[in-house]
Every structure is written in C-alpha cells, then in structure tokens.
C-alpha cells in the first residue's frame, strides 16, 4: 500500500510551524489555534505567547472561552489558572491552602516563539531552526505582507507546486509564464541535511497595466531564481531582476489538518525600500499568482504527496521536487527510528 506524506505526518511534530500572523491576531487571546489535525489555545502571558491544549483537564472546558487573569490562563468554567508552561497555579475550589494535584498540570508544546510577525511552535524538539532571511532586518528592502489565505491542500503539495520549476508557461499564463519557455534548462540540486536549494534560469512575462488580460500582448525577460526549502515545508524564493533589483518571497506553510494548509506569504522587494513600487502592488499581484496555483492544486484527487517513488512518473526537469520527497521520507522515517 502507497504511503503518503500529509498534514497530519507524526515526524512534523520536530519541526517548527507558524500558527497565527500576530497582526491577524485581536488581543493576546486566547486564540484559538489548530496545527497537524490537533487543537490549541494560543495566549499572550506577560508579554511572550503560550500555547496550551485545547481543553482544561478539570471538565474539558475549552481553554478558548477562558481568560487572561493576572499573567494566566483562566479557564472559564471553574477557575482553574495555568502559567505559561501549563503549571496549574490555583484552583479556587481549594482555596489558598489546597493541594493542586499533579494531573491538574497540563503539557505544553517544546518551544513557542515569533520571527516575521508570525508565531511558531514546536510541539516536539525541533531539528532544525526557523528558516533565516537576512532581508528581513535589511534596510534596502521593503516589506509587503500577503493576506493570510487556508487552501483545500496539503502543506507538501504547496510546497511542492512552489518549488516546481516546469509549470510556469502551463499554470501561470496570465501572470508570469512565458509560453514560449518549456524546456527547462539543466539545474543541481544541494542537498544540507534539513534543507535543500537549487537555482533555476527561465524567460518570464512583463504585463503592464495595459496588457494585462491580453494573453497576446506581453513581454519577456530573463531572471534568475534561487529556491531553497528547509523542512518541513518552509520555501525561499529570491528572483533576480538584474538592474531593477530583487524581489523574496517567504512561503510559510501551517498544516492545520489533512483537508487544510495556511499560507503565510511575505514579499521582500528592493523597489518598495526605494519607493519604485507600493506594497499594495506586489500583494495585489502575488494574490493573483497565487489564485492559479491554488486553483489547481485544489483540484488534485488526494491532499498529501506520495512516498512511493514509483507512483509518480519523474523526469530530469523534476530534480528539485524529487528532492523535495526525499526530505519527506526523512522525516516520516524520525517515528519509526525513535526509541
């Protein structure tokens, strides 16, 4: 039987994961939060986020309709208060000289913190750190942040279609692919344990205002593009546009469950630091791009991404996400190696 990679893969728990964009966010919470099919409660305790189980151990009261009381976590129902590593610290039913028992404490997620205005979690010990992006401090660029989208999809399928470099004349016609651009020139991949990159060059459209919606009418230019991908399915793309600068793209991705991914995206531009193009221009484009890859990824029969390497037909254009299966079978591979 085919064994497939989904969002709800045991070894995802050694990773980090984004679970919330704290400017989506109203308050410290608590929120409420679902990563790798689980449920969680998402607070802000004297200034750092927490993460907590979905439901207080007393009566399974959601920890989601509580509140913040003095550093805590109130649960609403009877008052039980945790701190921020899940220390039950009072039950008032007990009163002042009560003994908490041991049960009432509650575990939390290994790690929890923010980078990019995202929060992230580990539930387990990560194996590798949050991706680095040095643009992101860099003054000469600026910044546009991608309204936070839930695609029908699994985090390896988007994964895989953003790392794909063979789609763009087929999928992306009316954005960026050149039509007349299908060979897909020789690439290596390189490979660094929980990451990999690949650099790929290709002929891409230049659509003004005016010639957008005009399938016939559009320019090309040749740029270069750098993937790198850390695990589990974090992706790196820096384009470069030669004399008109370089452009990042973040992809974030949280797998909320086997239905369902979170896309966080972030543009990092060099022409938005010097005031060549608007925020708004690069969000109002990315979205588009963005809606014909997850038009089609939507479609896709199963939401999950086989381990098998013979239920896929490969070919030398697929190097990089070839690779990309290797590091998913690595780390399906962390459960059956663990002690």
């Known amino acids: 039987m085919t064994r497939w990679f989904t969002n709800e893969n045991p070894g995802l728990a050694h990773f980090w994961h984004p679970v919330a964009r704290i400017g989506d966010l109203d308050g410290d919470g608590p929120h409420a939060v679902r990563l790798l099919a689980n449920d969680y409660a998402l607070a802000r305790l004297n200034g750092s986020w927490s993460v907590f189980p979905a439901a207080c151990p007393h ?8 509140a913040i009381v003095d550093g805590s976590l109130q649960c609403a129902y009877h008052g039980w208060c945790f701190d921020s590593d899940g220390t039950c610290v009072d039950i008032p039913a007990l009163g002042s000289n009560g003994t908490i028992p041991p049960k009432a404490h509650i575990d939390t997620p290994a790690h929890v913190t923010e980078q990019y205005g995202l929060v992230w979690v580990a539930l387990d010990e990560p194996l ?35 790392l794909d470099v063979a789609h763009f004349p087929f ?27 690949a650099e790929h060059h290709h002929s891409s459209k230049i659509l003004t205002d005016a010639q957008r919606g005009n399938a016939d009418a559009f320019e090309t230019f040749d740029r270069t593009m750098t993937f790198r991908c850390d695990a589990p399915h974090h992706v790196r793309l820096h384009i470069d546009y030669g004399a008109d600068g370089v452009l990042v793209l973040l992809f974030f991705h949280q797998p909320v469950d086997d239905d369902n991914t979170t896309l966080y995206c972030i543009a990092l531009a060099e022409n938005i630091a010097d005031g060549r193009q608007r925020p708004e221009d690069h969000i109002a484009f990315q979205a588009e791009v963005g809606r014909e890859d997850r038009e089609l990824l939507e479609q896709l029969i199963r939401n999950g991404v086989p381990l098998d390497p013979g239920v896929e037909v490969h070919t030398r254009a697929d190097k990089i996400t070839v690779e990309l299966r290797r590091l998913l079978r690595d780390i399906d591979a962390l459960e059956a190696s663990a002690p």
């Open 128 to 162: 590798s750190p949050i991706p680095v992006n040095g643009e992101w401090d860099d003054p000469a660029f600026g910044i546009a942040t991608i309204p936070t989208q839930t695609w029908n999809a699994s985090a390896a399928q988007m994964t895989d279609n953003f």
């Open 59 to 66: 009566r399974l009261a959601p920890l989601t309709a509580g």
């Open 171 to 197: 999928t992306h016609l009316g954005t960026i692919g050149d039509p007349d651009d299908r060979e897909v020139g020789e690439y290596e991949v390189v490979r660094e344990q929980w990451s990999f990159s």
